[in-house]
């Protein structure tokens, strides 16, 4: 199984370590540690050499209650950091619902877009499509919006919800000719979800998988790991590379993280043990 994207073609044969730059003042994760272009940019050297598969560049937070910054100020943050990491020799993806910033970041030659809106804020889907590119794409479930999704999140079915809503995300990419080898399935885990919402999905990955596409998963340092583990942010560590792994094993092929250097580690001895979801 293959991921296509702009200038890779990623063999999902192994699973991928996706490493996270967010270039944000307020990152629920990094307390904004790179949000300067030059400490994001080092901080793409440094995960490319503990082994980073793909660079992921953010510039909007979407920790629960953010504000949205506008297109322009964001791409004011990933710009410089995406034309340095354009050169580092891996696939860079961009972390972004503004269709500003998607047309400018595959003008650069972004290799993928990272939706956690699944391409729907008007002009999104088109800024992809009209752009001419064969970028990857990463279609993720939200409920609501970062600013409330964790006021009141419900489902009567929450894997059999977040499958029906990627489907139709799915169909409506198919309608305007994006080919299914550049698409990949979001999860969202911690997106207008609970704990318990968060756990079920985890459960019931593998039902994701019933569209044939390869699943990309975040839950590094998320808060449902704060939960499980009494551990407040900064102590999450051990949590996000169990984490990891179980999404692994429950047919993740891409899992996107802050922690590159360990879970890289824990890849290594997954797959030296010949495990393979
Ligand atoms: C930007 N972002 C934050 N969390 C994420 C997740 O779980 N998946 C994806 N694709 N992007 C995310």
């Known amino acids: 199984m293959f991921w296509s994207t702009t200038r890779f073609r990623i063999d999902l044969s192994r699973p991928q370590v996706m490493g996270i730059v967010n270039v944000t003042p307020d990152s629920f994760s990094d307390g904004g540690q790179h949000a300067d272009a030059v400490s994001a940019q080092a901080h793409c050297e440094q995960l490319l050499a503990e082994g980073v598969d793909i660079l992921d560049i953010g510039g909007e937070s979407t920790r ?104 139709q995300r799915l169909d409506a990419l198919r309608a305007r000719g ?12 911690g997106f207008g979800k609970t704990v318990a919402h968060n756990l079920e999905l985890l459960r019931r990955q593998r039902e994701l998988l019933a569209l044939g596409l390869p699943l990309l998963v975040g839950l590094s340092r998320k808060s449902c790991l704060g939960t499980v583990t009494g551990r407040p942010v900064d102590q999450r560590l051990v949590p996000s590379v169990a984490a990891a792994l179980a999404a692994v094993s429950l047919g993740a092929r891409v899992v996107r993280v802050h922690d590159v250097a360990a879970t890289v580690d824990a890849l290594k001895v997954w797959q030296a043990a010949g495990l393979d979801s």
């Open 178 to 189: 994006v080919a299914d080898e550049r698409v990949v399935l979001d999860p969202g885990y």
């Open 64 to 167: 629960p209650g953010s504000a949205t910054p506008s297109e322009v100020q964001e791409l004011a943050r990933v710009e410089p950091v995406l034309r340095h990491a354009l050169t580092l020799g891996v696939p860079v993806s961009v972390d972004t619902s503004s269709p500003l910033v998607i047309r400018k970041a595959l003008e650069l030659g972004a290799d993928i877009i990272n939706d956690v809106r699944s391409l729907q804020r008007p002009g999104a889907l088109d800024a992809l499509v009209d752009s001419g590119v064969s970028a990857g794409v990463c279609l993720m479930h939200m409920q609501g919006e970062p600013a409330t999704m964790q006021v009141a999140p419900a489902y009567d079915d929450v894997a059999g919800e977040v499958l029906a809503f990627l489907a």
